[in-house]
């Protein structure tokens, strides 16, 4: 009996770390905002748009400051994305997730967490890898 709690508990972390590390919500969606910013390292992200098409905030740590932005669409994401670009910064991509900083090289440990590809200026540099990331 121990033994299959044992091994249903590690299933369940396994499940669980599996999820956060692909960047997906418990149910079964895109990361939400607040999942996203505490897998870089910010526990509490101040919201700066809570709209039914995205959702952003802005994160204060010792790496620096950021946004996370998340989306109700692929199509939204590529719009923002679109009207930010011209703008600066550097862009990790996601899943209907975007992270905004002012250097490519800040979002590469967020890369190494998150996935997605890293955009500055109009290129793109290959993804790490995760699931659930673009």
Known sequence: MRARRRALAALT???AAAAALGGCAAKGGPATVEELAAMT????????????EL?????TTSKGRYSVTTFATDRGQREWLDDSLGYGGAYLEGTRWIVLANTPEMLETFRQTLGGSVRSNGHVMPSGGAAGSR
């Open 41 to 52: 390292g910010c526990p509490k992200p101040q919201i700066q748009v809570d709209a039914t």
């Open 13 to 15: 972390a396994a499940f």
């Open 55 to 59: 959702r952003q905030a802005m994160c």
